[in-house]
């Protein structure tokens, strides 16, 4: 079982920068994946972000690409935290940001069926 838990959420203007962060602990938490979805009101969960257990492979949504940068910190085998640093935020980059651990690894990231586990989420306002 794994635990999951986000911080830093806010409100911040159009162009600005806002960094977010996962703690995840639990049983051997830095094999996993590490992933972050955003879902807006009234519309569907999306895909953000995720990275490899060993922080070497990161990924992006499309939307994000060259805005966001998703980071890893392994510091313990049984707590790690992923960051996601976001710059020239946009409002449709305003929603609810979850983070979550896909167990069993393959490159089918970016699909929140394929994530075991979920935090509850930190809200991201973007002010025009």
């Known amino acids: 079982q794994a635990q999951l838990t986000e911080f830093g959420g806010g409100s911040v203007q159009a162009g600005g920068s806002l960094r977010i962060s996962c703690v995840a602990s639990g049983r051997a938490v830095d094999r996993y994946v590490l992933g972050w979805f955003r879902q807006a009101p009234g519309k569907k969960r999306e895909f953000v972000a995720a990275?490899?257990?060993?922080?070497?492979?990161?990924?992006?949504?499309d939307s994000v690409k060259g805005r966001f940068t998703i980071s890893r910190d392994n510091a313990r085998d049984t707590v790690n935290t992923a960051i996601l640093q976001m710059n020239s935020l946009k409002p449709e980059d305003t929603a609810l940001y979850s983070c979550?651990?896909?167990?069993?690894?393959?490159?089918?990231?970016?699909?929140?069926?394929?994530?075991?586990?979920w935090g509850l989420g930190t809200q991201v306002t973007v002010i025009t």
């Open positions: 979550a651990i896909k167990v069993v690894f393959s490159e089918d990231v970016i699909y929140p069926y394929e994530y075991d586990y």
């Open positions: 990275i490899s257990g060993d922080g070497m492979r990161p990924y992006y949504a």
